[in-house]
């Protein structure tokens, strides 16, 4: 198998991004991120927070199910299996709302990053 990635930058901004997503759910879900990157699915709440990261790597930084499952060490099906099941959550208020407001803080805190590394690199 051929590990040579031809765009190694596209390849750190998807895993910064996955592990800003990873990190934000871990403390939102007081899971912690040892279990969250675990081998193991875990007991429910894990595999949920795990599921809510993929997602929001997913969704809101765009990455592609392959590559959000290269940064979890899953398979691009079980990626996409755990963003049917979060997307499909989203009928509930609650959770869309808050949802809602980690994807926000999530782009939020991407584009300061974005800015510092503008700035620093002008």
């Known amino acids: 198998m051929n590990n040579f990635d031809p765009h190694p930058e596209i390849a750190l901004r998807a895993a910064a991004s996955a592990r800003l997503a990873e990190t ?3 403390a939102a ?3 912690p991120l040892a279990r969250l990157r675990g081998v193991r699915r875990g007991r429910q709440p894990v595999a949920r927070a795990r599921q809510t990261a993929m997602y ?3 969704v809101a930084f765009g ?3 392959t590559r ?3 940064c979890f060490g899953r398979d691009r ?3 996409r299996h755990a963003c049917a099941l979060i997307e499909d959550r989203r009928d509930d208020p609650r959770l869309e709302c808050g949802l809602t ?3 926000a803080g999530l782009l939020a805190v991407m584009a300061e990053l974005e800015s ?3 700035e620093a690199h002008p």
Do not use: N, Q
Request: hydrophobic share 60%; aromatic share 0%.
């Open 101 to 103: 407001a980690l994807e």
């Open 116 to 118: 510092c590394r503008v």
């Open 24 to 26: 934000t759910i871990a």
């Open 68 to 70: 959000v499952g290269i």
């Open 77 to 79: 099906t079980t990626v």
């Open 56 to 58: 929001l790597a997913h």
């Open 29 to 31: 879900a007081r899971v």
């Open 63 to 65: 990455l592609s199910l």
